[in-house]
């Protein structure tokens, strides 16, 4: 999990998290989520219940980092305002896994243990993680107390719905631990695109020549969820438009439409953009697809050779360019493997974009599929910044800042 394909976005140090551990089986996971955070360079603290130190003790909780934890063994004469939130600090605070009992508690101002007051005390929103039963989800009482902890402005984030612990199946499992990362980053991020609706393409597409064969590139698609994350981090609402990549996770305001030809793809594009006002569109788009063969899978017997004609596909950032208002802007990608910045320029101009991300492709370095990038960006009114060797990430936060300034 920690080496998967998740995206780490590491300039948070400094920033806080603190954790709530209830009694469920889930527990263990707390430790995936805070590998994760600590890769953020985040510090993490937590308290623990006495039903969650019977699933994962505090001496493991310790040793992976969690400074400070707050046990079942607390004593008020030690740490007499540990309950108050100026005392811990947090600049987020997430309970996970939650059972229905801790929700009952937030939702009705219940204080009974250390856990319990620190969320009271809290002014900010709590994030709950619930991990439960499917009946214990559905039923009336945890459905009115999720409603309650929501009229009071916290976030419950629904489970996922499978087979849980005890063998049952249903709505209940503990939510993917990338997802509670990504909340938890949003919600300690400054929000300086919150006003901002975006419209985002990444991947590759497939144009088909008969039912198993295609025509496409090797993009990966790394480079336009980087960019829709950074965004989407700094409070920006997404439509992610893409073509055949990774499973995406579910977030809040990150709407996700897959598609798989440039046909369809542009016909996303035209539905979502009018509503949008900004664009970046960074899909490798196959500029040519196949004439479709005669049968539903070709067969080479009798062939000595094969001539397949290529049409074009609709150039998607040119219409959108093109249909845009005023107060849109766009941003294109350019992926060039000779007269880089000159090829770069001229399509900038070309195709009236605010902005262009130009990619170096050559004989011995490509982007597709890379975890890294080196990058020229430039604007319209001539600016320019040549971003060396770094992380998706890293260039998908500058790629942000440049997109403030539009």
Not at 73 to 102: C, G, K, R, W
Not at 153 to 159: A, K, L, Y
């Amino acid at each position: 999990m920690l080496s998967s394909p998740y995206m780490i976005f590491d300039q948070y140090q400094g920033q806080r998290v603190h954790l709530g551990i209830t009694g469920s089986v889930a527990a263990y996971r707390a430790i995936d989520l805070v590998r994760l955070l600590q890769k953020s360079s985040i510090s993490v603290s937590a308290t623990i219940t006495s039903a969650g130190s019977a699933f994962i003790g505090p001496l493991t909780l310790s040793a992976v980092g969690i400074d400070p934890l707050y046990t079942p063994d607390y004593s008020p004469v030690e740490l007499p305002f540990a309950h108050l939130s100026s005392q811990f600090a947090p600049n987020a605070f997430m309970v996970a896994p939650a059972t229905a009992n801790i929700l009952a508690k937030a939702a009705s101002g219940i204080a009974d243990d250390l856990l319990s007051t620190q969320i009271l005390s809290y002014p900010g929103s709590v994030y709950f993680a619930p991990a439960m039963n499917p009946n214990m989800w559905e039923n009336a009482a945890t459905r009115r107390n999720i409603r309650r902890l929501r009229d009071l402005g916290h976030e419950v984030v629904d489970p996922e719905s499978g087979q849980v612990a005890c063998g049952e199946h249903g709505q209940g499992r503990f939510p993917e631990i990338a997802v509670l990362y990504y909340l938890c980053l949003r919600e300690i991020t400054k929000k300086d695109l919150v006003s901002r609706k975006v419209l985002i393409t990444a991947g590759p597409t497939h144009e088909y020549f008969d039912l198993v064969r295609y025509w496409s590139n090797p993009s990966s698609g790394r480079m336009g969820l980087a960019i829709a994350l950074a965004l989407w981090l700094r409070g920006a609402e997404i439509n992610f438009v893409h073509g055949p990549m990774s499973p995406l996770l579910p977030l809040p305001d990150f709407h996700i439409n897959s598609v798989t030809t440039a046909s369809e793809m542009y016909s996303q594009c035209s539905t979502l953009w009018p509503e949008c006002d900004l664009g970046v569109f960074s899909a490798a788009v196959a500029d040519f697809a196949p004439e479709k063969a005669s049968t539903l899978k070709f067969k080479k017997k009798g062939y000595a050779s094969l001539q397949v004609k290529m049409n074009p596909t609709p150039d998607i950032l040119a219409e959108m360019s093109a249909s845009r208002t005023r107060a849109q802007k766009i941003v294109g990608f350019a992926a060039e493997a000779e007269n880089f910045k000159d090829n770069a320029s001229a399509k900038l101009s070309q195709k009236s974009l605010d902005l262009i991300v130009a990619n170096q492709v050559s004989s011995d370095s490509t982007p597709f599929g890379s975890e890294d990038n080196q990058v020229l960006i430039m604007d319209k009114s001539g600016r320019m910044e040549y971003l060396p060797k770094l992380s998706k990430q890293k260039i998908a936060w500058r790629i942000a800042d440049w997109i403030l300034e539009l």
